[in-house]
């Protein structure tokens, strides 16, 4: 066994810049940050081989004075922090004086530099450590930093280095971090003498549009819970517009990006019931708060962060969120839009948050509202035959499609054609396509609607604001419905029955094997009252009690709103359809379904036009 002994300095460096440099990415990532906190507002960036073969990163910041060149290439030396207070409250990117001192210990590295008020420039050179004395140097200001041959010393640490075409590919998203945290600073990339991104200082949404492109700021909903103790703003997309991977969630704190467990749950929750299986959602979002209240000194990366009231903030940025996901309803596209020209998420939103309930007023002329949804989709008054398309309706329609259409462009004819009907965006119903859709008609042209799944979340947010309110509502059956159950069945319905009466149930035990469904929750009246009693009790039976009322709420209570969903093949009156459209449109997440499909599409008038090559 050898006696313990000092490690040489350049080991030190090379064992630290295992954690800090792991790939061209984390070297340019540091060297951005440098130039940030420097105040520079322009940073140009070239690459070559993915960064392998060469890093440059030249800035226009404050710039380092001569006598303190070398200095900023020894191991934890930086102008950042003097005191453990600074360490606890931590506002630059930097602050362990480690990146550039492990960057110089695997590369040869040159620094120019020129201090304000310098009459010159100042170089000094690192090869595998060793740092040479500052000489003269041409430079009009800031910083220079130029990474030759990384890992050239470290051949085992090179080789788990990817292609250049790969590690490309990182160093681009370390690039797009740190331009979306700070749109003010104007940025440019070239890999291998080409320009990959040429970025002037601008706006949030700008920047957001440059980077993530315009299908992302379509599809995004602002978020801004304004000042307070603590502050989230940015965009996230609308749930259709997830995405199959994470290659879209940028989340900053104080600016700086991070990946941390406690902020990515409180994301996950936010989308838990609008994302489509393993769709992913997409973001751009940056929180602000005290930097005493969170601690960044976690890893030398700096990607991950620990907060001293994690609880406080994943609730904060769950319900911001979930305030966000929430705030929306259809409206109609702007005059002379066409869902062919943009993104059809542009048919959404913001407003106020609020939930309806399955309520509104159904207003056509000559039709009659049901009191509830539950009661509107049951079966039609006796003597009423079911309607494929209604007389006043199919008037409209026809006499729009049979129009003179030779002193109006094409899609001009809408607004001529039907009421104002601004407060009712899904417009009106014409009919059933397949006994699965809805078609409907407002002023921008047809609406297609899957029945199912937008009554499934209708029911469903109308069943958590009941739950939320104490309990749901029970509709007690004239006529028991009686089931075989199992022991595990009864035993639960002996042990919870105030847990089955907040969710709207009244079972009894009848029999050593057998149960008698008394109520049902009141929305859930025209389901099958004994599998839905069977599923209830095996959610209990498996997750008990507690869970279900917490954790496996949502979960739960989806399950039972898909029960009591209008079912394909079902007809519906026209007064039946229009309940349903006026109830999607006072209805939170109306767009998605419960498994996150979307409940409804528009097809201008303008899109219809080209197809049939109108006015052509």
């Known amino acids: 066994m050898s006696q313990i002994h000092v490690l040489p300095d350049l080991l030190i460096s090379q064992i630290a810049a295992g954690e800090v440099v792991e790939r061209p990415a984390s070297a340019l990532k540091e060297l951005l940050e440098n130039s940030l906190d420097a105040g520079a507002d322009d940073i140009s960036v070239q690459l070559n081989d993915g960064g392998i073969k060469q890093i440059r990163v030249a800035d226009n910041g404050r710039g380092i004075p001569a006598e303190e060149l070398k200095l900023a290439l020894q191991r934890h030396a930086t102008s950042k922090i003097d005191s453990l207070n600074d360490l606890e409250a931590v506002t630059s990117l930097g602050f362990r004086g480690e990146a550039l001192a492990s960057i110089a210990a695997v590369s040869h590295l040159n620094l120019v530099s020129r201090a304000a008020g310098s009459e010159h420039g100042w170089r000094t050179e690192s090869e595998a450590g060793r740092v040479s004395e500052p000489e003269p140097a041409s430079l009009a200001s800031g910083s220079v930093v130029e990474v030759h041959n990384l890992y050239f010393n470290t051949p085992a640490r090179r080789k788990f ?75 996230i997309a609308q749930p259709a517009h997830a995405r199959a991977s994470r290659d879209a969630q940028y989340m900053f704190v104080n600016g700086r990006f991070v990946r941390d467990r406690v902020l990515a749950h409180a994301i996950r929750e936010a989308y838990q019931d609008v994302l489509h299986h393993n769709r992913h959602a997409a973001f751009v979002l940056f929180l602000e708060l005290d930097p005493r209240l969170v601690d960044v000194n976690v890893h030398p990366s700096k990607t991950e962060v620990r907060f001293r009231e994690s609880r406080a903030i994943h609730q904060f940025v769950f319900h911001a969120l979930e305030k966000s996901l929430a705030a929306t309803r259809p409206q109609l596209p702007e005059p002379g839009h ?32 049901p009191a509830t949804l539950a009661h509107a989709t049951g079966a039609p008054a006796s003597g009423q035959a079911p309607m494929r398309l209604h007389a006043a309706e199919a008037g409209r329609f026809y006499s729009l499609l049979f129009a003179d259409h030779t002193r109006q462009a094409p899609a001009e004819r809408a607004a001529a054609a039907l009421p104002n009907n601004e407060d009712h965006p899904l417009g009106f119903a014409l009919g059933q396509l397949s006994g699965i859709y809805i078609l409907a008609q407002n002023r921008s042209g ?49 042990e919870n029955h105030e847990l089955l009466a907040t969710l709207g149930f009244e079972m009894a035990v009848i029999a050593p094997n057998a149960i008698a469904v008394r109520a049902v929750p009141s929305m859930l009246s025209s389901a099958d009252a004994a599998q839905l009693a069977h599923e209830t009790l095996q959610e209990i039976a498996e997750f008990g009690a507690g869970r279900v009322l917490t954790e496996r709420r949502n979960e739960m209570l989806a399950t039972m709103a898909c029960h009591a969903a209008v079912r394909a093949n079902r007809q ?34 303008a899109e219809l036009d080209r197809m049939f090559m109108r006015g052509q």
């Open 446 to 494: 047809l609406i297609v609607v899957d029945m199912h799944a937008a009554h499934e979340r209708i029911v469903y947010e109308s069943l958590k604001t009941a739950l939320d309110a104490d309990r749901i509502p029970t509709q007690t059956l004239l006529i028991p419905a009686t089931m075989t159950a199992t022991e595990l069945e009864v035993a639960t319905v002996e």
């Open 338 to 369: 066409s869902a062919g020209q943009t993104d059809r998420s542009s048919q959404w939103i913001s407003q106020r948050p609020g939930l309806s309930g399955t309520g509104g007023n159904f207003d056509a002329p000559g039709a009659a509202r």
């Open 572 to 605: 519906l009156t026209i007064a039946e359809m229009n309940a349903l459209l006026r109830d999607m449109e006072t209805t939170e997440r109306s767009g998605q379904c419960n498994h996150g499909r979307p409940t409804w599409f528009q097809i201008t008038l």
């Open 161 to 235: 280095l990817r292609t250049p075409a790969t590690e490309f590919g990182h160093a681009e998203e370390a690039f797009k971090r740190i331009a979306l945290s700070r749109p003010d600073v104007a940025m440019s990339l070239t890999h291998n003498g080409r320009v990959k991104w040429r970025l002037r200082a601008s706006s949030p949404g700008a920047r957001i549009r440059e980077l993530l492109g315009d299908g992302f700021d379509e599809s995004a909903l602002p978020v801004d819970t304004g000042p307070g103790a603590f502050r989230l703003h940015g965009s």
